[in-house]
């Protein structure tokens, strides 16, 4: 069956709702937007193919036909792209199809394998423990945001990678800016520059003591810059996209998580009582609270048939992963946060050849940050209503500005 009606590019979790964060899909939405493939008119005036059932984004993310690289005319966009972001992408691996973006993903995907994720667990162990003593420090009550979901995965990151944590509130300033789909191309353009600046300067330091550390920055100078397999604009890119990815994600899920569970103790006690429970409940966190909300973008190269309709060469999708994520075909009661449910099926972390490199990291990160909160702060509480929060309403990954606890 196919579909010719324009609707506006649906946002979900929905921006401003009255309902607050964990608002379920109501009939009509459901109706509107978890269904067939459907035309939708986005920000910039062009329009797009939604996808949003489970097997069609599926079947879309996994097919070569469909491109990340934002440079391609009449790929689909937010907002306008300032032409000097689309030609200083160099190293940015998620927005490149084919061998380009396998040859960069493959010099990382060892570095984040589980069982590499495994051995630095005790580094995830320590720096939690920090937090939570910063925390404790802080005294209740305190804002659960700045002083442990946020720090957490900014310190693993900075340590994996070589990057100073000393840095963190000028990085995750310009990282904020560059996932607000709100911010003007200049400031967009300038902050991406500046962090660009940042690493290709602390490159230019590591470059200059080759065999001094152990990070991840200084084996890539020595075993693929220096024997000319890898550029430094294409490192840049590679550690910016990495500097992102691997913090505000993770931190946005964590608040996420802490608001949603404390508000059901008896969930929230599971985390604790039946920690082998934890790895479980962090899928269906993931699957429920879907953080990537407007979507994974993609153009088509040839014709595709995804779900019934043809998408022609040269025509844009929107991947609603947080929508596949709420699908009845394949998750019982999706709008019911579940914490026995095994929601491995869940999209999150996309799919296909692009699916996320650092899911072993963040699933560890949020189960050891999850259950040891749990442990040592049994009765914490938030001491603000949903709907008064303050969450990123621009932000292409949704989260949580601060989330005040007591205990
Ligand atoms: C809960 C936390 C996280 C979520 C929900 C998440 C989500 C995603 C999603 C949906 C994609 C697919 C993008 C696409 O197909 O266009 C992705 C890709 C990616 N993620 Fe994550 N991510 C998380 C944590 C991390 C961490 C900790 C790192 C860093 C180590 C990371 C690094 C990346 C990279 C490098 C890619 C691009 C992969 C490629 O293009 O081959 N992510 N992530």
């Known amino acids: ?6 609707t506006e590019l649906p946002c979900w979790p929905p921006v401003n709702s009255a309902r607050g964060p964990f608002t379920p899909l109501d009939d009509a939405e459901r109706q509107r937007y978890v269904g067939p493939v459907t035309r939708v008119l986005l920000p910039t005036g062009a329009t797009a193919w939604l996808v949003s ?17 934002l440079q391609r005319p009449g790929f689909p966009l937010l907002r306008p792209l300032p032409p000097e972001v689309a030609m200083n992408n160099q190293g940015a691996f998620i927005r490149m199809d084919g061998a380009a973006h396998s040859r960069l993903r493959r010099m990382l995907t060892a570095e984040f394998m589980i069982k590499n994720v495994r051995r ?11 937090a939570l003593a910063d925390l404790a420090t802080a005294g209740s009550p305190a804002d659960l945001v700045s002083t442990f979901a946020l720090p957490l995965p900014s310190k693993v990151i900075c340590h994996l990678l070589g990057v100073p944590y000393a840095d963190h509130d000028f990085f995750q300033s310009r990282s904020r800016l560059l996932l607000n789909r709100e911010v003007p191309p200049e400031q967009f353009q300038h902050a991406a520059q500046e962090l660009r600046d940042y690493l290709g300067a602390l490159i230019d330091t590591k470059q200059a003591h080759p065999d001094e550390a152990d990070d991840l920055l200084s084996r890539l100078i020595r075993e693929r810059v220096a024997p000319g397999e890898l550029g430094i604009d294409e490192l840049v890119g590679m550690t910016l996209l990495l500097l992102i990815a691997g913090h505000e994600t993770t931190a946005n899920m964590i608040g996420l998580s802490v608001l949603l569970l404390t508000r059901h103790p008896e969930q929230y006690a599971i985390l604790r009582e039946r920690p082998e429970l934890a790895a ?28 019934g309709q043809l998408i022609r060469a040269g025509e844009g999708a929107i991947v609603l992963i947080s929508l596949a994520n709420r699908d009845t075909e394949v ?52 001491t603000a209503d949903p709907q008064e929060l303050s969450t ?10 601060t989330l005040p606890v007591t205990w």
Do not use: K, N, W
């Open 1 to 6: 069956m196919t579909q010719t009606m324009e």
């Open 53 to 69: 059932r489970h097997t069609d984004v599926r079947q879309l993310l996994r097919h070569p036909a469909f491109s990340s690289d």
């Open 120 to 130: 630095i667990e005790p580094l995830i162990h320590r720096t939690v423990d920090e």
């Open 280 to 307: 479980g409940m962090v899928d269906e966190l993931l699957r429920y609270l879907s953080i990537v909300r407007t979507g994974l973008f993609r153009l088509a190269t040839e014709d595709v048939e995804i779900g």
């Open 331 to 382: 998750f019982d009661d999706p709008d019911e946060f579940d914490p026995y449910r095994q929601a491995h099926q869940h999209l999150a972390f996309g799919f296909g050849m692009h699916q996320c490199i650092g899911q072993p990291l963040a699933r560890a990160e949020l189960r050891i940050a999850l259950v040891e909160l749990a442990r040592r702060f049994p009765d914490l509480r938030v």
């Open 392 to 401: 990123r309403d621009s932000s292409i990954v949704f989260g949580l500005d």
